[in-house]
């Protein structure tokens, strides 16, 4: 059974920067999406950074040229880098794994970005 697991949130300052992880345990095959969701207090989960495979990315506005998403094969790991943070990036992220027929979520990490 695919199982994903983050790491890499935690408390940081406004303008700071983080890196987000998040691994396969098991075998995942034909991978259509990676990508990483965010859910704030009071509100809806939303996509903040995917990865269409093979190489198209895909931002919500606000975090656009500040969030980088990537991904390691060899690892079946991926990445969300956020640099510039802000206080409205505050919130639990998810990832996600979309197979053709299978759709894995990690279990989220919080992000608290406050001085």
Known sequence: QVQLVQSGGG??????SL?????????????????WYRQAPGQERASVA???LPET??????VQGRF????????????????ELKHEDTAVYY??????????WGNGT???VSS
Do not use: F
Request: net charge negative; with cysteine; glycine share 6%.
């Open 57 to 62: 990315t895909q931002y919500e506005a606000s």
């Open 95 to 104: 990832c996600r794994i979309r197979e053709i027929d299978m759709d894995y």
């Open 11 to 16: 408390l940081v300052q406004p303008g700071g």
């Open 19 to 35: 890196r987000l992880s998040c691994t396969a345990s098991g075998s995942i095959v034909d991978i259509v999406t990676m990508g």
């Open 110 to 112: 919080l992000v608290t």
């Open 50 to 52: 995917l990865l269409i």
């Open 68 to 83: 980088t998403v990537s991904r390691d094969n060899a690892k079946n790991t991926v990445y969300l880098q956020m640099n």
